[in-house]
């Protein structure tokens, strides 16, 4: 059972689909993710709300004590698995370990719950071998580990050969639009593997909130608007709504952040590709064409 859409991905990139019981309502790649399955995990609906309102929303629950998910017990007995894949990293983004925890053993469930909490890029990749480990196919494990670690070394290879005696273009990653965050976690050293230089931003640590007056004085080359929670016409959307209060020579870029940025899962490698394809083109990541399903520019 995965209660986090970037395990779900893992599985499904370790062939383990068919023995996957359960997900979340946020599982949403690949896109047979959530058929024929129990939705184990559910939250509040946002669609219709703005960037400031679900921040603020986000801030009062948490301040009352209120969660943001809600297990479904019952989803959770009649799945009855074996192994539950879960996270502690952030309250806003999933279920609590602990909560998990608390359930399997108050449904007397038998199954292991393993905590996934990589706060960098490479050690997202190593949960990939986490989970194939747990799940008993640790050799399935190590060929895509193999295969995303080499990935990242031919990209690192083409960008500096792209990039020659220059130095690395600075980019900021804007990872929430109202109040303005940086990228946090694995955001700078997927930045780094694109051949850039992540600026404001605190590799490893968390996302942090800054200031438009931050983000001028730093005057990056690029700006990547990578929102928590939205796809790339999201992306776009909020970009065009703070694009005038950027930096004037930066070029902007919406990418989209579920898919590529956020999540830490197999995809940041993808990420790493379309934001080296965008800013030394597409041939330098091996590409016939820009990713623009992935990211588009708008400045």
């Known amino acids: 059972m995965s209660l986090l859409p970037s395990t779900t991905e893992i599985i499904f990139d370790l062939g383990l689909a068919d023995d996957l019981l359960g997900v979340t309502f946020e599982c949403n790649f690949p896109p047979a993710a959530r ?7 559910g939250g509040m609906d946002t669609k219709h709300l703005t960037p400031l309102e679900i921040d603020e929303l986000v801030r009062r629950r948490l301040v009352a004590g209120d969660e943001l ?5 019952d989803a959770l007995s009649r799945c009855d698995p074996d192994l539950i894949l879960s996270q502690d990293l952030c309250r806003v983004c999933a279920v609590p370990s602990g ?12 199954a292991n719950v393993l905590q996934i909490d990589p706060q960098t890029l490479d050690e997202v990749i190593d949960s990939v071998q986490t989970v194939a480990d747990a799940a008993g196919v640790p050799e399935r494990g190590r ?38 965050y940086v990228g946090g976690h694995w955001v700078p050293d997927v930045v780094r593997a694109a051949g850039a230089e992540p600026v404001l931003a605190i590799p490893g ?3 942090v909130p800054t200031d438009w007056d931050a983000i001028v004085t ?12 939205y796809d790339l016409a999201g992306a776009m959307e909020q ?14 870029w919406a990418i989209d952040a579920d898919a590529v940025v956020v999540r830490p899962g197999p995809r940041l490698v993808e ?23 992935v990211i588009q520019r708008l400045r």
């Open 35 to 41: 058929v024929g399955r129990e939705i184990v995990v």
């Open 271 to 293: 990420g790493a590709e379309a934001i080296a394809s965008a800013l030394f083109g597409p041939d330098v990541a091996g590409l016939s064409a820009l990713p623009e399903r």
């Open 205 to 207: 640590g968390r996302s």
């Open 69 to 73: 998910y809600r297990l479904d017990e």
């Open 99 to 110: 909560d998990v925890d608390e359930a399997v053993a108050r449904l007397k469930c038998h």
């Open 239 to 252: 970009a065009r709504a703070i694009i005038d209060r950027l930096p004037a020579r930066a070029s902007v």
């Open 143 to 180: 060929r895509l580990v193999e295969s995303l670690r080499g990935r990242l070394a031919d990209l690192a290879t083409s960008t500096d050969r792209a990039r020659g005696d220059r130095a690395r273009p600075t980019v900021f990653v804007l990872e929430w639009v109202d109040p303005p």
């Open 218 to 229: 730093i005057d990056p080359d690029h700006i990547i608007i990578a929102p928590c929670g």
